[in-house]
């Protein structure tokens, strides 16, 4: 009774992290999180501009 119990809830884990939403949320995150960082170390020259 115990492991069916474990295996449907990796079975409704897995279905879950697969969800379109899901993985869009993420890559989203990804993006943004790579062109913060992008920024940070390359700032815009009209903001900072070189003497």
């Given at each position: 009774m115990q492991k069916q119990?474990?295996?449907?809830?990796?079975?409704?884990?897995?279905?879950?992290?697969?969800?379109?939403?899901?993985?869009a949320?993420?890559?989203?995150?990804?993006a943004f999180t790579t062109w913060a960082i992008f920024n940070y170390f390359f700032p815009d020259l009209l903001f900072h501009p070189m003497p």
């Amino acid at each position: 009774m115990q492991k069916q119990n474990e295996n449907e809830q990796k079975h409704y884990l897995q279905r879950y992290l697969s969800l379109a939403p899901v993985l869009a949320v993420v890559a989203v995150s990804v993006a943004f999180t790579t062109w913060a960082i992008f920024n940070y170390f390359f700032p815009d020259l009209l903001f900072h501009p070189m003497p």
